[in-house]
């Protein structure tokens, strides 16, 4: 039996690539799709929203319903929202996939505990397989090199992106703190303005740049002072993010309640 999958978010650029990657899936079907209550996507029928032969969904308004017509709901929308998603997922029982990024540590606890309590929530701050190769790669190098490396990361997205860094950089961030097995928290910087001194020995930095239409582009660079060693990766597509979100949707409905991520998904 196909999953039915709601979309939350479906007027914005993820929401579309996620329509858009269910209609041409074979195992699953579009149940349900939802904007804010202020979209001009509102009453639109999701297959002509993205362009393809129209679906049969028209574009709601109340996106904490979904969960009543749904096996699975895919999230790329804002953290108040997933919070609250994620509580009703646990009611449901139901696969709650999240992409959202900025979310604070009190989101990520009540997440967390929403997939305690019954909800197979997948959640990371990138869907791809690239990025989640990459992560692997740099907790690997982290623990490799001493502390004479620096490490820095750099991450550059479109002008409309409304956090900063962004949920991959923050992801390898985590990735590098796990190798050298320390706190991200306490030893990152994330802006460097004015008379700043030395870099203090053993930090991870954070660059990050806005502009045109940029999907993604994230380094991560390792330093010391004979030489440089650069891991990177470049999104073309949002497509691919879109395609992650239905593999952890597919991999978990074979799971039992829980809070994962996509190096789970991955068997990373």
Not at 100 to 117: L, V
Not at 146 to 175: C, N, Q, Y
Not at 192 to 201: L, V
Not at 222 to 233: G, Q, V, Y
């Amino acid at each position: 039996m196909a999953l039915r999958i709601g979309v939350v978010g479906a007027g914005g650029r993820m929401g579309q690539a996620v329509i858009r990657a269910v209609a041409a899936h074979g195992g699953m079907t579009l149940a349900a799709a939802v904007a804010r209550d202020n979209s001009s996507v509102l009453g639109k029928d999701a297959g002509s929203l993205v362009g393809l032969e129209p679906l049969g969904v028209a574009i709601g308004d109340t996106p904490l319903d979904i969960v009543d017509q749904v096996d699975a709901v895919i999230d790329f929308t804002a953290p108040q929202l997933s919070v609250a998603l994620a509580r009703r997922a646990a009611e449901r029982k139901l696969i709650h996939i999240i992409g959202t990024t900025g979310c604070s540590p009190e989101d990520d606890a009540a997440i967390a505990k929403a997939g305690a309590e019954g909800a197979r929530i997948v959640k990371s701050g990138n869907m791809s397989l690239g990025v989640n190769l990459l992560a692997a790669l740099v907790k690997k190098t982290a623990a490799s090199l001493d502390i004479e490396f620096d490490i820095e990361i750099l991450e550059m997205h479109h002008r409309h992106k409304v956090d900063a860094p962004s949920g991959t950089a923050l992801l390898l961030g985590e990735a590098a703190a796990e190798g050298r097995g320390i706190d991200l928290a306490e030893n990152s910087v994330r802006v460097r303005d004015g008379h700043t001194g030395a870099r203090e020995p053993g930090s991870i930095g954070f660059a990050t740049l806005r502009g045109g239409g940029i999907v993604g582009e994230h380094s991560v660079l390792f330093s010391s002072m004979a030489e440089t060693i650069t891991l990177s990766h470049s999104a073309r597509d949002r497509a691919l993010f879109a395609d992650g979100a239905l593999r952890a949707a597919l991999w978990a409905a074979e799971q039992p309640a829980g809070f994962y991520s996509m190096a789970d998904v991955l068997g990373l």
